[in-house]
């Protein structure tokens, strides 16, 4: 059943830090109505929840977390409704299990949308941009900065802790290859404010989708604190994960979470997603950076994807089935998007 006129929005979870931020900005850039239960009004786990808050809805929107404790009971239940489906997943195994949901073209289906956040929505795009007019690519590395006085949820650490010190598969050198989290540091030149900065590798969707999306030999993702003293014990937990040594994930989330606030008044709410694609055009050598940053409220970046893309379906855009992280805006239409929001869309031939 199609929901074709309604303006209807549901958020789950949009009681936590990052739907908080999605509902603020679709109230500021999108004319729709909102809806955002309480959390003990729809239980992602109870069906019966899930359907009774999807009446009249012509959108839905996962914003809880951590993504690797949820089911796809609101993907599966969009695509019976005929209702538009966005997640903010940063965690590989739930896109995948969601984008399985769809088989051929999906013509005839609502759009799918999982991975609606920096990663891999705005990492996508930035790769294409990136990637344009490139015969071959060879490497594409992308980094995820994050100023140190942005909320540390303890969804986010979470989801950052999910992989450290654990084993996962890269594509590399045009072969899988399986490394650790928190591992291999490599700098990232950032614009102003940013600057340098090194990260280490999480898993993200990006591994999984990038190889095939862009015909890329190598595709790798890192992150890490802008202080460095936050990024020493993040490299301690991996050496207990590494060891089976660790205690309980829960209390490791509680401990950074307590570091986190403690040294808040360090740093800086600056932040940003950047991408570095290394390829070929004829007998040309190409090194292209996209960045997207905020010199303020970096946060921000991560739920404007999701908020653009719902603006999108609203007005009737033609997207359909499993929508390509690296294809549903144009360079122009994502530039407007930073500019409405204040962020910096900057591309580097180097």
């Not at 996962?62 to 997640?87: K, N, S, W």
């Not at 942005?150 to 450290?164: C, D, F, M, Q």
Request: proline share 5%; hydrophobic share 45%.
């Amino acid at each position: 059943m199609s929901m074709t006129g309604s303006k209807r929005v549901l958020i789950i979870g949009g009681a936590g830090h990052f739907g908080c931020l999605l509902t603020d900005d679709l109230r500021r850039y999108t004319d729709c109505e909102l809806v955002v239960p309480a959390r003990r009004v729809v239980d992602l786990w109870n069906p019966a929840s899930v359907e009774a808050a999807l009446s009249g809805v012509a959108v839905a929107v996962c914003a809880a977390g951590p993504f690797q404790e949820l089911p796809v009971t609101l993907a599966e239940m969009c695509l019976g409704r005929g209702i538009h489906y966005i997640d903010l997943a940063d965690d590989r195994s739930f896109v995948r299990k969601v984008r399985s949901l769809v088989s051929g073209d999906g013509g005839n289906l609502p759009a799918i949308c999982s991975g609606w956040s920096t990663v891999s929505a705005l990492s996508g795009l930035s790769a294409q941009i990136a990637a344009t007019g490139l015969d071959q690519i060879d490497a594409v590395y992308i980094h995820m900065s994050t100023g140190n006085r942005l909320p540390k949820r303890a969804a986010t650490i979470a989801s950052l802790l999910y992989s450290v010190g654990r084993p996962f598969t890269i594509f590399r050198d045009g072969r899988w290859q399986t490394v650790l989290g928190w591992s291999e540091p490599r700098d990232f030149s950032f614009p102003p404010p940013i600057g340098r900065r090194r990260g280490y590798l999480v898993d993200v969707p990006d591994h999984e989708l990038f190889p095939e999306l862009f015909r890329a030999r190598t595709v790798e993702f890192r992150t890490a604190s802008e202080w460095v003293a936050l990024n020493a014990p993040v490299t301690l937990y991996g050496w207990f994960v590494k060891r089976n040594l660790f205690r309980s994930r829960n209390f490791w989330n509680k401990l950074f979470q307590c570091a986190g606030a403690l040294a808040g008044f360090a740093g800086h709410d600056w932040g940003g997603i950047g991408v570095e694609v290394i390829g070929s055009s004829g007998q040309e050598h190409v090194i292209r950076r996209v960045s997207v940053v905020a010199d303020s409220g970096a946060q921000r970046i991560a739920v404007m994807p999701a908020s653009v893309m719902t603006a999108l379906l609203l007005s009737g855009s033609n997207h359909h089935g499993i929508v390509s992280p690296a294809h549903w805006l144009t360079p122009e239409q994502l530039r407007d998007a930073c500019e409405n929001r204040g962020l910096q869309l900057i591309v580097e031939e180097l």
